[in-house]
């Protein structure tokens, strides 16, 4: 499953009415950590295709969307379930220590 480009314009059928819980990459071009987190996002996105949704939001094309989250640095990665953020965290990260964020949020 390949990662969503998030916009508030889809943000309610992706996010709010999603029947899994959606990891929200929030991230800009000009950024170098969300570049190095990227292609890890990714394989997250792929390894866990049908229980979490993987969508990215650039924080320059989608302010309002950044703004609602309350995203004062970037990378940051929202988990929401059931429409409600359930954990976040900001930076780059290896694999492993994004794969034990998603498990200690209780999500999957």
Known sequence: MAEITLTAANFK????????????????????PCRIIAPIVAQIADEYAGKLKVCKCDTDAEPLLAGQFGIQSIPTL?????????ARTMGAMPKAQLERFIEDAGVL
Do not use: H, N, R, Y
């Open 78 to 86: 929202v988990i929401m379930k059931g429409g409600q953020p359930v």
């Open 13 to 32: 059928q992706e996010v709010l009415d999603s029947d899994v819980p959606v990891l929200i990459d929030f991230w800009a071009t000009w950024c170098g």
